[in-house]
């Protein structure tokens, strides 16, 4: 089955600077990347997504990008602000198969240092 | 349309015990996921309901079971409760299965403490 790895587990910028966190998964056949955004308390929501026939999305400050050959892909937060304090994990669809499942990362606990 | 729902939001449970989670998927939705989450292991996943049929099962031991009803609302039960168990459960829906890339929104999970 898949299996996710996130890094780094803890990451503090100062505000404005820009934020990456990298995912690593084992199924070559997985074919959808979401990136979710839990702040304290409160339930994960879905913040970017990316499909295995792209390279790279973005939307304002948040971008992913995937490198299937690889087999990681990475979420870029430039112009960091407080607001973006939260855990974020990377996760991935198994691919190709009637059973598959969403495996998540074991999540990233972003700081922005004011 | 309203969110995704999930009752009780906390509970406390002694070691022996079961226990019945609830989630109310968004109107429409007919896939609703289960996942445990503690801190450290990020979100591990339970299992899949997909029109009232288990589509998928993650690795946890027999003790935690689920099921869906017509109206796409999912319960998920705890036996035989373990200190161990102590987690936020959260459930997630979907418009189609998870194996779709469709989006799964998450419920606000359920705190279950294990004393």
């Known amino acids: 089955g898949e299996n996710v790895e996130q890094h780094p587990s803890t990451l503090s910028v100062q505000e404005g600077d820009s934020a990456v966190i990298k995912c690593t998964y084992s199924?070559?056949?997985?074919?959808?990347f979401p990136w979710y955004k839990q702040e304290l308390g409160k339930r994960p929501q879905l913040i970017i997504d990316?499909?295995?026939?792209?390279g790279e999305k973005k939307d304002q400050r948040i971008a992913v990008t995937l490198n299937k050959t690889a087999k990681h892909f990475s979420l870029h937060i430039t112009e960091t602000q407080p607001e973006d304090s939260a855990v974020y994990f990377c996760?991935?669809?198994?691919?190709?198969?009637?059973?598959?499942?969403?495996?998540f990362g074991s999540g990233t606990r972003l700081s922005i240092r004011p | 349309k309203a969110g995704v729902t999930q009752t009780p939001r906390y509970l406390i449970k002694t070691r022996g015990q079961q226990v019945t989670l609830s989630c109310s998927p968004i109107?429409?939705?007919?896939?609703v996921s289960w996942y445990q989450q503690t801190p450290g292991q990020g979100l591990q996943f339970l299992f899949e309901?997909?029109?009232?049929?288990?589509?998928n099962k993650g690795n946890f031991p027999g003790r935690f079971s689920g099921r869906q009803f017509s109206n796409s609302r999912s319960e998920m039960n705890v036996s035989t409760l373990e200190l161990g168990d102590s987690a936020l459960y959260l459930c997630?829906?979907?418009?189609?299965?998870?194996?779709?890339?469709?989006?799964?929104?998450f419920g606000p999970g359920t705190r279950l403490t294990v004393l």
């Open positions: 990316i499909r295995s026939n792209v």
């Open positions: 996760a991935a669809k198994e691919g190709y198969s009637s059973a598959s499942k969403i495996i």
């Open positions: 109107s429409g939705h007919r896939s």
């Open positions: 199924d070559s056949a997985s074919n959808y």
């Open positions: 309901y997909f029109s009232e049929t288990q589509r």
């Open positions: 997630a829906s979907s418009f189609r299965e998870a194996t779709s890339t469709d989006t799964q929104y």
